[in-house]
């Protein structure tokens, strides 16, 4: 507001218009640096604060679109303050998603960046001499990349990382920072991310298809009709990663990342949104949950895990499942002990870094206690009162064969080979194998056989194949007559029917490929599947080598099994 007498000028409806935006403005950001204090694990606790921030900034915005003219006159608004305002309801929108798992607040997230970009709300900020403005620039770039990232818009993706390259250029051209290095490892990780997958589906003019991967409609296949499984739903799913020499950005390693995008359903009605910021109240989900909620945790101690895995089993509702995925660097025991317990098997390493910091591991422990924040079969325990389904994908996945069942609750656990042919071991970085198969199947499919590069046809005729292979895996899965009843407990939800198929699918491709010699080299369950009826099944063994033969790669396979059928 202008200074000193010229304050009397000004009429009283415009200045109570200032005092009000004044008064809107302070209180989004109490409210805004309010959401770190929540907790960042329960449904209940933070719904009711998060409800009063977007009420807030519902006003906020529409106050600003309502009385600009008299805002940049009297209050001397700057267009990068209305990117700010427009930049803290995309990070409100994101946050809402990552406790929700709704993807529909996803897109919003996106609706507001995308405007504050094609509005250039922070164009002009390069000519103000203040680095913390530039500061605040780069950080929505490198937060709107994470939401294109999410919703695969992978050629966006691109041109922001230019932008965001361009400006980091500037910005330590122009300020003699200490944080340059850190940005510049901000674009090494994305860059490093984009480049992830191992195949890439071409058009004929040789541009990038971006392929879904979320569930789409028809994307599981049918129960059939009278067919007995049980009525769980998948409600709550723990995320955790821990490989150190694997691709991340922003505490999402390429792991957790496909996983994320595994249990959530495809968002519809962007194309809607994409233009005109709307403000998609909290109170407008939908009543049926259509995702799984989920928390994402990477490297987490033994007591956050702990912590979150508690109140995940606390909230879940009746006739629910909870899912533990866990891509973790392998713990193996140290020596034999006279009683082999669910202790004794080693386990995964959920934190390899902090405990160094808080000075727990600064002396090397004694050979005969055990690591501070392994995960041991042992741990989850007590979490196997309620339906349990755990997926892990580490060296020593085979830990957790050693699980016993005390509580006559249905119990699933899908492991990944421990070791992986050597060719195959070289692209670790990328993300593991037995994840891509369970995120991407034909993309593992075509990785396995040495294929980096097809035609969006063949891409297409081949996604057509596999969901005939997903009927005929389902059907045999339902109708076998020695699995375990824990498999079919869970058949009647359709990520965790989609994850069993994708799992019977994966293994059954790794025990006919060649190169695949070494029982390590194969998945494990817990219980056992019955592997003539599911994973060595003929009929399972000649969908494989289908695909292989349109792909003109049936020479990586034994091929013996086409003759038996």
């Given at each position: ?25 302070d209180?989004s950001?109490?409210l ?9 694990y ?12 977007f009420?807030?900034y ?9 009385h600009?003219?008299?805002l940049?006159?009297?209050?001397g ?6 990117g700010e ?15 929700t ?5 996803l ?27 530039v ?20 050629d ?12 980091i ?9 200490e ?14 991310f984009?480049?992830a997958?191992p195949?890439?589906v071409?058009?004929d ?13 028809g994307?599981?296949p ?5 067919m007995i ?6 409600a709550?799913a723990?995320?955790?990663g ?7 950005f922003?505490?999402?390693t ?27 109240e909290?109170s ?19 007591s956050?895990?702990y912590?979150?895995l508690s ?21 193996f ?25 808080n ?7 004694n ?6 924040h392994?995960l041991?079969p ?10 349990l389904?755990?997926v892990?994908d580490?060296s ?6 050693n ?17 992986y042919?050597?060719n ?10 037995f994840t891509l ?33 997903n ?10 007559r ?8 869970f058949f ?16 059954a ?34 969908h ?14 034994c091929d ?6």
């Amino acid at each position: 507001m202008s200074a000193g007498g010229a304050e009397e000028d000004i009429p009283l409806g415009e200045r109570k218009t200032v005092t009000d935006f004044c008064y809107l403005l302070d209180k989004s950001k109490q409210l805004f640096n309010g959401l770190r204090d929540l907790p960042q694990y329960g449904h209940k606790q933070w719904q009711s604060y998060f409800g009063r921030t977007f009420d807030v900034y519902t006003k906020l915005w529409k106050f600003q679109q309502q009385h600009r003219q008299v805002l940049d006159n009297r209050y001397g608004l700057k267009r990068w303050q209305i990117g700010e305002i427009a930049s803290k309801i995309g990070q409100l929108y994101y946050h809402y998603y990552l406790r929700t798992s709704e993807t529909s607040y996803l897109n919003e997230a996106f609706s507001f960046y995308s405007a504050i970009r094609q509005r250039s709300y922070y164009s002009q900020v390069s000519k103000e001499d203040r680095p913390e403005l530039v500061v605040k620039k780069l950080r929505y770039y490198a937060r709107y990349i994470v939401v294109c990232l999410l919703l695969n818009k992978m050629d966006l993706v691109k041109d922001l990382v230019k932008d965001l390259s361009d400006e980091i250029e500037d910005y330590t051209h122009r300020f003699n920072t200490e944080d340059q290095l850190e940005w510049n490892l901000v674009l090494q990780e994305v860059a490093a991310f984009i480049e992830a997958d191992p195949v890439m589906v071409l058009n004929d003019d040789n541009t990038v298809v971006v392929t879904s991967k979320r569930l789409v409609e028809g994307g599981v296949p049918q129960l059939e009709q009278g067919m007995i499984v049980g009525q769980l739903t998948l409600a709550d799913a723990l995320i955790i990663g821990n490989c150190s020499n694997q691709v991340k950005f922003s505490e999402l390693t390429i792991d957790m990342f496909r996983m994320l995008q595994a249990l959530e359903r495809e968002p519809v009605n962007l194309a809607t949104q994409m233009n005109k910021p709307g403000m998609l109240e909290p109170s407008e989900k939908p009543a049926k949950r259509e995702n799984p909620h989920k928390y994402l945790l990477y490297k987490p101690t033994f007591s956050q895990l702990y912590t979150f895995l508690s109140a995940a089993f606390k909230e879940l509702p009746a006739n629910s499942v909870l899912l533990m995925y866990l891509s973790a660097t392998g713990v193996f025991p140290t020596g034999r002990s006279d009683y082999e317990g669910p202790y004794d098997f080693g386990g995964v390493l959920t934190n390899s870094n902090r405990d160094i910091l808080n000075g727990e591991t600064v002396h090397k422990r004694n050979q005969a206690h055990k690591e501070m924040h392994c995960l041991h079969p042992g741990d989850l325990y007590p979490f196997t009162r309620k339906p349990l389904f755990v997926v892990v994908d580490s060296s020593n996945s085979v830990a957790y064969k050693n699980f016993t069942n005390l509580f006559g609750q249905p119990v699933v656990c899908l492991l990944s080979p421990t070791v992986y042919p050597k060719n195959m071991q070289d692209q670790s970085q990328r993300g593991s194998l037995f994840t891509l198969f369970l995120y991407n199947p034909l993309m593992a499919f075509l990785y396995v056989c040495g294929l980096s590069s097809m035609r969006s046809g063949l891409w297409d005729k081949c996604q057509e194949f596999l969901r005939k292979v997903n009927r005929d895996l389902g059907q045999l899965i339902s109708r076998s007559r020695s699995i375990d009843q824990a498999f079919l407990q869970f058949f009647g939800d359709e990520f965790l029917r989609l994850l069993l198929v994708r799992f019977v699918f994966c293994s059954a491709t790794m025990r006919l490929h060649k190169v695949f010699r070494e029982t390590r080299n194969y998945p494990e369950t817990y219980p056992q599947l019955p592997k003539e009826e599911t994973v060595e099944n003929p009929m399972v063994q000649k969908h494989v080598l289908e695909l292989a033969s349109i792909l003109d790669v049936q020479n990586l396979f034994c091929d013996n099994t086409l003759d038996d059928y």
